[in-house]
């Protein structure tokens, strides 16, 4: 057996365990060091990968993990939102008085199970990438133990979250039932050979998408997403909005189109139509009443997992290589957003409001402007990788013939423009109160991390070719 391919995996795993074994001999002083040593593990894991990018398809423990460019995509995706967590994390838990060694080491084994879900190729490996990252995310939420809003939301998203693995156990076992195996390959082939589809199939799909559904925040099972994102810590706040959401779009798309094709036309693209419509709508409706900006990118990213949808609804390479750049691109503008937002916020996370952000524009320039740029892109305005992002993501819909979703897709974009550029009217146009305090100071790490996001998120406007074709290429694999 060839391990190479787990090499990234080992790596994180290691990383994790000796952050976890030095953390009781760093002095307090020095906890940062562990932060450190998270994200020289993250790049030497990326750097494994490298050497894997392939034209080949290969299958590890008899099909159960699968190595392809569709699964190194999403693990380099991966890395580089734990890599720059941990990097904004080091200075929020300074400040926060949370710095300590687990929280870096669970998200490494965070990150390990958004890669397995990524490379799965059986029900059961899938379960299990969730089950570690869900358990590290449930800790992370509820990290700061001493705050009451952290503990709620820690709460929460353990209770609904067990109650959605029990919808994902019981959709495993259906479909283990009606097919015999948890291998995708087989699952697909068994369904073709029995025509119809069996009914005991049918639920189990349909309990899948429930489980899947909570997983990445779709209507009608996002409720959790609010509360949680808005009580956990700012950077896990940041990495819950973009990993496990990019993590269960992967896993999600896997099952669809390598397990349960034949289901296609018939079932879930009409499901996922319907909650593509929905998830979009409530989640910019209900954004532009939140003068929480966590809150409100809360119900953000919940509408932009409805344009998410959009492309897996398609069913075809290009809307597949779409989602795969738009998850790119909206990785970037909600890091960076959000980034801002944690070196805004002060202790204690106190100023998330919308009138604290009153005057920015002249406290602190930069800031103002590259926060403005990413509400831009978020919003779809031309000249941004949000645009481009959303644009072969319609179009891909209308090759397909759904064009009233996409026509859907594209009226909720202007509706999203009210609430994005609503901050930046907040920012530019409204004076402070005068005792308002002045911003801390960009620790250096956060000050690149947005200077490279707004660069980045400008250069995907102007020039997508190049993470396009990696999209594509790194599709090719699903058929």
């Avoid at 929020?92 to 949370?98: A, I, K, L, P, S």
């Avoid at 896990?236 to 779009?249: D, E, S």
């Avoid at 909600?334 to 202790?347: E, F, M, Q, R």
């Avoid at 831009?376 to 990788?385: D, K």
Wanted: hydrophobic letters at 50%; proline letters at 4%; aromatic letters at 12%.
């Amino acid at each position: 057996m060839d391990y190479t391919p787990l090499l990234a995996q080992i790596i994180l795993i290691v990383g994790g365990m000796l952050v976890m074994l030095l953390e009781p001999f760093t002095a307090p002083e020095h906890k940062s060091r562990l932060g450190q040593l998270a994200v020289v593990s993250t790049a030497l894991a990326a750097y494994s990968l490298k050497f894997q990018w392939s034209s080949h398809t290969r299958g590890l423990f008899s099909g159960m993990l699968i190595v392809d460019n569709f699964s190194i995509f999403f693990q380099w995706l991966f890395l580089v939102i734990t890599g720059i967590t941990a990097i904004i994390s080091m200075r929020y838990n300074e400040r926060e008085g949370t710095n300590r060694g687990e929280y870096y080491a669970l998200l490494l084994f965070a990150c390990s199970g958004m890669s397995l879900m990524a490379a799965s190729g059986d029900l059961i490996l899938t379960f299990l990438g969730i089950e570690i990252l869900s358990i590290a995310t449930y800790i992370l939420a509820g990290f700061k133990r001493e705050d009451s809003r952290c503990n709620e939301a820690s709460l929460k998203y353990f209770l609904l979250g067990s109650f959605a693995t029990a919808f994902l156990l019981y959709g495993i076992a259906l479909i283990y039932g009606s097919t015999g195996s948890t291998n995708y390959q087989i699952i697909r082939e068994i369904a073709s050979l029995q025509g119809p589809p069996q009914i005991t199939t049918i639920i189990g799909l349909g309990l899948l998408l429930v489980g899947f559904g909570f997983k990445v925040a779709l209507v009608p099972f996002h409720a959790w997403a609010p509360d949680v994102y808005e009580g956990a810590p700012t950077p896990v706040t940041a990495f819950m909005t973009v990993g496990p959401k990019a993590a269960g779009f992967a896993a999600l798309v896997r099952i669809l189109v390598q397990a349960l094709p034949a289901l296609g036309a018939d079932y879930w693209t009409i499901i996922l139509w319907v909650s593509a419509i929905l998830t979009m709508t409530l989640g910019n409706i209900v954004a532009i009443r939140q003068t929480n900006i966590k809150r409100m990118l809360a119900y953000s990213a919940i509408a932009h997992a409805g344009y998410i949808l959009i492309g897996i609804v398609a069913n075809n390479n290009a809307g597949y290589g779409a989602v795969l750049f738009y998850l790119v691109a909206y990785t970037v503008m909600n890091l960076g957003a959000l980034s801002i937002v944690l070196t805004l916020s002060g202790k204690g996370d106190a100023r998330v409001n919308l009138d604290d952000y009153a005057g920015l524009g002249r406290k602190a320039p930069f800031l103002a402007a590259s926060l403005s740029l990413f509400m831009i892109s978020l919003a779809g305005i031309p000249l941004t990788g949000g645009f481009i992002g959303k644009f072969y993501l319609f179009s891909a819909a209308i090759q397909k013939g759904y064009i009233g979703l996409a026509i859907v897709g594209v009226l909720n974009s202007v509706v999203s423009v009210y609430y994005y550029f609503r901050i930046m009217v907040v920012m530019y146009m409204k004076e402070p109160d005068p005792g308002q305090p002045d911003p801390e100071p960009v620790s250096l790490p956060v000050l690149a991390i947005v200077t490279i996001a707004a660069i980045w998120i400008v250069w995907l406007g102007v020039y997508p070719a190049q993470i396009l074709n990696l999209a594509g290429n790194s599709t090719l694999a699903l058929k």
